[in-house]
T-cell receptor
């Protein structure tokens, strides 16, 4: 069964606002990865956080990982219309397992 | 970052025919490649894992005789959908990892949209 569950399923915000997406999982992991997918396109790797890390930054992205709660969050600061996409978390155990995704819409 | 390409990007075929999709790692050698399928507005479902020079490992419920995977080199894997039917219509995405699958980043191709008439 799918490992990751994402919350919310859909998020609509205004340009300039911050967007936060959450991911929960059930079993132990080696790492957790976040991906972006524009409609009908492939996946773009955003960031990988290892199980012994708690926070990671990349540009406007901030990812946290709480292994005790088996959860992660992705924060996009100062969002832009171009950030509109589906965002997936994927947990790495014996295989890479994807969550259901959050559809983010950033309105100009 | 590492680049993975897929060809074709889309294909339309008649029911009963076979379709081959190629996945290439362009600037790295992929020890392991993965094939996923994705239905509209849904997540990615892993179909199979392949290592260069060995047989692919299929996920439960995936017919290995229908979805033939060949990983002949460290930069190329192919997925052949045999005797395709309309229910095989989907978005197929490959991905590749250069090092240890359990720890390294997995890079994804742009996907192939298959439509079976």
């Amino acid at each position: 069964s799918q490992q990751g569950e994402e919350d919310p399923q859909a998020l609509s915000i205004q340009e300039g606002e911050n967007a936060t997406m959450n991911c929960s999982y059930k079993t132990s992991i080696n790492n957790l990865q976040w991906y972006r997918q524009n409609s009908g396109r492939g996946l773009v790797h955003l960031i990988l956080i290892r199980s012994n890390e708690r926070e990671k930054h990349s540009g406007r992205l901030r990812v946290t990982l709480d292994t005790s709660k088996k959860s992660s969050s992705l924060l996009i600061t100062a969002s832009r219309a171009a950030d509109t996409a589906s965002y997936f978390c994927a947990t790495r155990g014996s295989r890479l397992t994807f969550g259901e995704g959050t559809q983010l819409t950033v309105n100009p | 970052g590492a680049v993975v390409s897929q060809h074709p990007s889309w294909v339309i075929c008649k029911s009963g025919t076979s379709v081959k999709i190629e996945c290439r790692s362009l600037d790295f050698q992929a020890t392991t490649m993965f094939w996923y399928r994705q239905f509209p507005k849904q997540s990615l479902m892993l179909m199979a894992t392949s290592n260069e020079g060995s047989k692919a490992t299929y996920e439960q419920g995936v017919e290995k005789d229908k979805f033939l995977i060949n990983h002949a080199s460290l930069t190329l894997s192919t997925l052949t959908v045999t005797s395709a039917h309309p229910e095989d219509s989907s978005f197929y995405i490959c991905s590749a990892v250069s090092g240890v699958p359990s720890t390294d980043t997995q890079y994804f191709g742009p996907g192939t949209r298959l439509t079976v008439l």
